[in-house]
């Protein structure tokens, strides 16, 4: 599966704001191959069968871009996560969760677009334990909160 160029261009955007933790999360779904997979054939899945828009990587990429702003102007504004407001988790960490649902959102839509979002939280379950497995080694209960 080869990317799209407008799908290197806005990962090279989505890296170029990430620093740590929320880098290394990135760049393991960018090159995950089930997360290419399941993105790729969801827009297959949206375009040809059901005559939608674009619900693949691009899109997937396009709102985790789109998040991480939002994600950057709330904490500017002070505006405290549920991890960091209940002292259980950092910004850092949010910002993974943040990072890693938007990147995932649609992968349900590789069987259809009823229960999509049901689907997704199943599919994308093994693709998020490889990451924070990845990133939090030995910290069950970060990786578990996240």
Known sequence: MRKSPKEIEIENEILAMLSGKPALAASFIFNDKEAEAMQNY??????????YNDHGPVHM???ALNALIMF?????A???FSIEEEKIGTAEESKIAVLISSLLHDIG???GRENHEL???V???????RTLTK????DIEKKTII
């Not at 969801?42 to 005559?51: C, D, F, H, M, Q």
């Open 42 to 51: 969801a827009n297959v899945v949206s375009i040809k069968r059901l005559g």
């Open 61 to 63: 990429r396009k709102t």
């Open 72 to 76: 950057d102007l709330l904490s500017k």
């Open 78 to 80: 002070g505006i405290k």
């Open 109 to 111: 839509m590789s069987v």
């Open 119 to 121: 689907l997704g939280a």
């Open 123 to 129: 599919f994308a379950m093994p693709i998020i334990e």
């Open 135 to 138: 990133i939090y080694t030995k």
